[in-house]
């Protein structure tokens, strides 16, 4: 069946540093790839998608590239702000299959960024 | 526009007592999903309804869970009886269209403990 591996936190860093959160998927079919994020009291949220290889998602200096020859989907900002506190999911969905849009979720990676 | 409510947004039963929350999807959005969040875990989809129909209830457990979604809009899910491994944050999501990319909006949630 489909998996999702994530890194697991809590990744702590500084203000004005990169990070990276590695996302690597087991599936069948040909997936869409998401990154959804929940700020601290507030529902998830999508912050960028890519459905097909090499498509690259992005949004609010976020960035994911859809590599299907690794199925990976490792998201990097290259400037955080406290701001950017938060959980972060990696997901799938397979479009091929019948049963329509289920998402799959990895365990999720908790940043914490200091001043 | 209003985004998908959810109540109560947290509940405290003992187990084997019944629980029921509710749902109401963003205005238009014919899929519908409820979710199970346990601590620290990605969300793992409980049931998918597109309209008032069940499209995928694979990972309910059916002995105890129910859900219904009369009319098409609003949705229920009851667990009865509730078991201390129920303790969770139940999401509920909606989309606009049942395709593989399409962006599922997420609800507050309901924490649910079982004491």
């Known amino acids: 069946g489909n998996s999702v591996t994530q890194m697991e936190g809590p990744v702590t860093l500084s203000e004005e540093a990169f990070l990276t959160i590695n996302c690597t998927y087991t599936?069948?079919?040909?997936?869409?790839l998401f990154w959804y994020v929940q700020y601290p009291g507030e529902g998830l949220q999508l912050l960028l998608k890519a459905t097909k290889a090499d498509d690259k998602g992005s949004n609010k200096g976020f960035e994911a590239t859809y590599r299907k020859e690794t199925t990976s989907f490792h998201l990097e900002k290259g400037s955080v702000q406290v701001s950017d506190s938060a959980v972060y999911f990696c997901?799938?969905?397979?479009?091929?299959?019948?049963?329509?849009?289920?998402?799959?979720f990895g365990g999720g990676t908790r940043v914490l960024v200091k001043p | 526009e209003a985004g998908v409510a959810q109540s109560p947004r947290y509940k405290i039963i003992e187990k084997r007592q019944s629980v029921a929350f509710w749902c109401n999807p963003i205005?238009?959005?014919?899929?519908l999903y409820w979710y199970q969040q346990i601590l620290g875990q990605g969300p793992k989809l409980l049931i998918q309804f597109q309209n008032n129909g069940v499209v995928d209830d694979s990972q309910l457990p059916k002995d105890r869970f129910s859900a219904e979604r009369l009319k098409g809009v609003d949705s229920t899910l009851k667990i009865q009886p509730a078991k201390l491994e129920d303790s969770a944050v139940y999401l509920c999501?909606?989309?606009?269209?049942?395709?593989?990319?399409?962006?599922?909006?997420f609800g507050p949630g309901t924490r649910l403990t079982v004491t």
């Open positions: 205005s238009g959005h014919a899929t």
């Open positions: 999501a909606s989309s606009l269209v049942d395709r593989g990319a399409s962006e599922q909006y």
């Open positions: 997901a799938l969905s397979d479009v091929i299959k019948a049963a329509g849009n289920k998402l799959t």
């Open positions: 599936a069948t079919g040909y997936p869409s």
